[in-house]
């Protein structure tokens, strides 16, 4: 190894055991330093194997002494790694180290983890079957987790290894040539081929195991071509790997050649196997009522599950509400169990190089989100498939030039041969993606003709082109503050722009994204898709994104996140256009998944199983979506369960009619005689950023108020009944005293003033959403009442600080995590600490008036509430949810099984 390798390998410890050891060794082996593995679990042979590998894809490996005198087979390695585990710059930086044991059991180092199972033992005599999932992050590395675990399980013994990766071809192809390179060491297109570069991956420097592939990275699973193998599964010397689509066909014919060639006469087959379901809230989840039969993907699973007298289930996904909301007492006759994780769910977090939900929504939102406030004349959130596309809207055009100069940047930082991409992401209609990519087809070529023609001039002389001086402008706009000057930038442009193509990445499109095929250049390209473009599929350096989707659904949005993932040495250059509305979604939803999180850190901590610890998960309020989401074709009144510990509720949706916006004003002014009546009045008042704060308010008050206010049924959490049962249950001690905020700004010219408790207030100015009508009125797009920091609100400054450093030291981002400069604090990290709940009472003047709103002299009156964790066990409010009024708001994209041709 040389000594530069030698001498990284120090800076890395820290790395290696708070993130490597956890990522690729929670499953199957357990959390291994990088340094050591120790011998401390009885029966357990550990052996150390670490793979290195630089920039230039050239491995490295030590071995190292085994504890029990075991040796190592597999070794997982994947070649795209420093795109994951990126560390340094160029030349030889280190991006992985991987220590193994062999068997499927934590190993004790030294670190406070004790041996327990997760994945079953698979030599273990006698039936059993194992369920459990992986919550990793949109984008994060979750192929290269289960690769590692295939390669552990292949060492403990797992005979067969069936991966479901995904709906789509173009994402079951790149999964497949990842799973060659980090598990098979072959190109399974190439196998018969006699070529020394059929050899890929680990395969480049270790030949001895050969795992046998029943698919290739350009063919789906077909009957003929496994039959052809003639190895039937339980004979198999070496661990066998399926790499197949998640489509209804793929899955009849694997289970049909299972039945006919490999299974004994009781119908099972004896081999233990691993089944890894990539995207498994996808088409996995059985969307039928009780007492129908199971959805068929899902049927499928269970069915393949059920031919194995040993298999384990493992789902990967980034969004596991559905998952974890399946009923885990739910099965059938036929099929079996459902695919309840019920033995374990282990959160994955990713490394401090990731870009994710957190910095792009919360941390960094004004640096990355631009908003598209200009495509309804271009093209409508909801249109037809045949909708028209001859222009492109200027927010578009922004977007291409930022592209084109963001790339013109690397170059000038050294990046020619790295990947660069840019996705539009604007129909799910083949059609209209078609026509999409016509026009910046022809954009782009008016680009490439200009800076190839003036680019290379003196600048006063080139900006007399119209197209150089609109990227001139962008520069000014977007990238000023880079380190380079706008001549270095145009003399990159032509280089920048020249290689540059325009892709579609669709079901019908003969397009694709083969980054593999130019790794010595880089590929340049600009995708125009949908759905293809909306799981699982990873594209390359993508810096650019434009995003113009109306779904509300928390899985369909984060899976369209592809903007998520590993920036190195240019995260700066990234920006994302997108409604305002969907930033508001986007934010929410991040929220939502770190508040599940923690609740799976929670039963991690306890030692307990999704079974034991699922009602607590299964109360997270966002069920009221996904299960709608689950139940869209039914126009059923849905009751579903939830807590409000530790959640935060607004009213985002109010009433737009005079009747009911009286109501609302009277119940606001009623619930200020009532805090008069105890002495609760602007006397005692005190003046906080944000309004007037009253504390230690009783808790009778504030359950007349919530009585009382008239809720709109758009704003689905603060249904009136439940949030007051809520409250009512723990009157008596957690939400007996509030600290109540009456909202107000600071005074200007132009200022909305009105009073209440006899204080002057001066109200909050806010846009109507554009989901509005005539009787719903959404505040604003961003689903956003209260402002941010809100919920610090009556907190100590000894408390606000505990809250900020506790914040800080789960901050997986790149910044200095010891300072607080800089750094936006979601208001999630207050309301772990606050000691009594907070009602905030807002009075909006919404602008513009709307005709039939209430009379613009009296603003309308809205409410949040800010809940503290609670230490007794969740009883559960009920929310109805009206389903037809779910559909009819909220439709977007459905099931992969409801997709026609006109989708992809």
């Known amino acids: 190894m040389t000594s530069r390798l030698r001498h990284e390998r120090l800076s890395l410890a820290a790395f290696t055991i708070c993130f490597v050891s956890m990522l690729f060794l929670t499953l199957g082996v357990g959390r291994v330093a990088a340094e050591q593995v120790?011998?401390?679990?009885?029966?357990?042979?550990?052996?150390?194997?670490?793979?290195?590998?630089?920039?230039?894809?050239?491995?490295?490996?030590?071995?190292?002494?085994?504890?029990?005198?075991?040796?190592?087979?597999?070794?997982?390695?994947?070649?795209?790694?420093?795109?994951?585990?990126?560390?340094?710059?160029?030349?030889?930086?280190?991006?992985?180290?991987?220590?193994?044991?062999?068997?499927?059991?934590?190993?004790?180092?030294?670190?406070?983890?004790?041996?327990?199972?997760?994945?079953?033992?698979?030599?273990?005599?006698?039936?059993?079957?194992?369920?459990?999932?992986?919550?990793?992050?949109?984008?994060?590395?979750?192929?290269?987790?289960?690769?590692?675990?295939?390669?552990?399980?292949?060492?403990?013994g797992y005979r067969l290894i069936v991966v479901i990766a995904g709906v789509h071809n173009n994402l079951r192809n790149q999964t497949q040539l990842r799973i060659d390179e980090g598990f098979v060491g072959r190109d399974s297109a190439r196998l018969l081929s006699k070529s020394e570069d059929r050899f890929i991956g680990v395969g480049r420097f270790d030949r001895t195991r050969r795992p046998v592939t029943f698919t290739n990275s350009v063919r789906d699973f077909n009957k003929v071509m496994a039959t052809g193998v003639g190895i039937p599964l339980d004979n198999l010397n070496e661990p066998a790997v399926f790499v197949i689509k998640k489509h209804s066909s793929t899955l009849r014919n694997l289970i049909e050649w299972i039945r006919e060639h490999s299974a004994k006469v009781g119908?099972?087959?004896?081999?233990?196997?691993?089944?890894?379901?990539?995207?498994?809230?996808?088409?996995?989840?059985?969307?039928?009522?009780?007492?129908?039969?199971?959805?068929?993907?899902?049927?499928?699973?269970?069915?393949?599950?059920?031919?194995?007298?040993?298999?384990?289930?493992?789902?990967?996904?980034?969004?596991?509400?559905?998952?974890?909301?399946?009923?885990?007492?739910?099965?059938?006759?036929?099929?079996?169990?459902?695919?309840?994780?019920?033995?374990?769910?282990?959160?994955?977090?990713?490394?401090?190089?990731?870009?994710?939900?957190?910095?792009?929504?919360?941390?960094?939102?004004?640096?990355?989100?631009?908003?598209i406030d200009d495509s309804d004349d271009w093209l409508p959130l909801s249109h037809k498939k045949d909708a028209p596309v001859d222009f492109l809207p200027t927010s578009l055009l922004d977007a291409i030039r930022t592209f084109i100069v963001g790339r013109a940047i690397r170059l000038a930082r050294g990046h020619e041969t790295a990947?660069?991409?840019?996705?539009?992401?604007?129909?799910?209609?083949?059609?209209?993606?078609?026509?999409?990519?016509?026009?910046?087809?022809?954009?782009?070529?008016?680009?490439?003709?200009s800076v190839r023609i003036n680019g290379a001039l003196p600048a006063a002389r080139a900006l007399r082109d119209p197209e150089i001086r609109e990227l001139h402008a962008i520069w000014e706009t977007e990238f000023a503050d880079a380190e380079f000057d706008w001549d270095q930038v145009q003399a990159q442009l032509h280089a920048a722009a020249a290689p540059v193509r325009v892709v579609e990445v669709n079901s019908n499109s003969a397009g694709n994204l083969n980054y593999r095929e130019y790794q010595q250049t880089g590929l340049n390209v600009i995708a125009v898709g949908g759905m293809s473009l909306s799981r699982g599929l990873t594209l390359e350096g993508l810096m650019v994104s434009y995003f113009l989707r109306n779904s509300i659904m928390y899985d369909t949005l984060m899976q369209m996140g592809r903007w998520f993932g590993y920036r190195p040495d240019y995260d700066d250059l990234c920006r994302i256009w997108m409604p305002e509305e969907a930033e508001g979604w986007y934010a929410h939803i991040t929220e939502s998944i770190e508040m599940l999180r923690e609740e799976l850190r929670i039963?991690?901590?306890?030692?307990?199983?999704?079974?034991?610890?699922?009602?607590?998960?299964?109360?997270?309020?966002?069920?009221?979506?996904?299960?709608?989401?689950?139940?869209?074709?039914?126009?059923?009144?849905?009751?579903?369960?939830?807590?409000?510990?530790?959640?935060?509720?607004?009213?985002?949706?109010?009433?737009r009619d005079r009747d009911r916006c009286l109501r609302n004003r009277r119940a606001v002014d009623d619930f200020a005689t009532a805090l008069a009546a105890l002495g609760i009045d602007g006397a005692t008042a005190r003046e906080v950023s944000g309004g007037w704060l009253l504390r230690d308010v009783p808790v009778g008050p504030i359950t007349e108020f919530i009585t009382a206010f008239v809720n709109h049924p758009g704003s689905m959490l603060t249904e009136s009944a439940p949030v007051r049962r809520y409250i009512e249950d723990r009157s008596d001690d957690e939400l007996a005293r509030w600290d109540v905020l009456i909202a107000s700004i600071r005074e200007t010219e132009d200022t909305f003033q009105d009073e209440l408790l006899g204080l002057p207030i001066y109200c909050q100015?806010?846009?109507?959403?554009?989901?509005?009508?005539?009787?719903?009125?959404?505040?604003?797009?961003n689903q956003r009442v209260a402002s941010r920091g809100i919920e610090r609100t009556g907190m100590s400054a000894e408390l606000i600080r505990k809250a900020e450093q506790s914040y800080l030291d789960s901050l997986t981002g790149t910044r200095d995590t010891g300072s607080r400069r800089g750094v936006n604090f979601p208001d999630r990290a207050y309301r772990r600490y606050r000691e009594r709940p907070l009602l905030i009472i807002h009075l909006l003047k919404i602008d513009p008036p709307r005709r039939g709103a209430f009379e613009e002299s009296s603003p309308v009156v809205a409410y949040s509430i800010s809940f503290p964790r609670t230490e007794r066990e969740e009883k559960r409010v009920e929310y109805v949810v009206n389903t037809t009024w779910m559909r009819e708001n909220y439709q977007d994209e459905f099931g992969a099984e409801e997709l026609d041709d006109s989708v992809g």
């Open 267 to 371: 119908g099972t087959v004896s081999a233990p196997m691993l089944l890894i379901d990539d995207e498994a809230d996808n088409a996995s989840i059985n969307v039928r009522g009780d007492g129908q039969e199971p959805s068929r993907i899902n049927a499928q699973i269970r069915t393949l599950l059920g031919m194995f007298d040993r298999s384990c289930y493992v789902g990967y996904t980034a969004t596991p509400f559905a998952n974890i909301f399946i009923d885990p007492d739910s099965d059938d006759e036929m099929f079996g169990d459902d695919l309840f994780p019920r033995h374990f769910i282990v959160s994955l977090d990713p490394p401090s190089n990731y870009f994710g939900a957190e910095r792009v929504f919360v941390q960094d939102s004004e640096a990355v989100i631009r908003h």
């Open 765 to 781: 100015r806010r846009q109507p959403g554009s989901r509005g009508n005539d009787l719903a009125l959404p505040v604003s797009n």
């Open 38 to 156: 120790s011998s401390t679990c009885s029966g357990v042979s550990c052996v150390r194997q670490t793979v290195w590998f630089n920039d230039s894809g050239d491995y490295y490996r030590e071995s190292g002494s085994s504890a029990t005198g075991a040796t190592f087979n597999l070794v997982a390695a994947d070649l795209y790694g420093y795109n994951i585990y990126h560390y340094g710059s160029q030349g030889a930086a280190i991006d992985h180290v991987y220590s193994y044991c062999t068997t499927t059991t934590f190993c004790t180092t030294g670190y406070g983890y004790n041996c327990s199972p997760l994945l079953e033992n698979p030599l273990r005599e006698g039936p059993w079957d194992r369920r459990g999932m992986v919550v990793g992050h949109v984008q994060s590395g979750k192929t290269a987790n289960y690769t590692g675990l295939i390669c552990k399980a292949a060492d403990a």
């Open 603 to 655: 039963m991690e901590a306890a030692s307990a199983t999704p079974e034991e610890f699922g009602l607590r998960v299964r109360s997270h309020p966002d069920r009221l979506i996904v299960t709608a989401r689950n139940k869209m074709g039914s126009s059923q009144r849905l009751v579903v369960s939830v807590g409000l510990g530790n959640n935060f509720i607004e009213t985002t949706t109010l009433w």
């Open 419 to 449: 990947h660069c991409s840019m996705l539009i992401n604007a129909s799910r209609f083949t059609d209209v993606q078609r026509q999409i990519r016509n026009e910046v087809h022809h954009r782009l070529e008016q680009i490439q003709s």
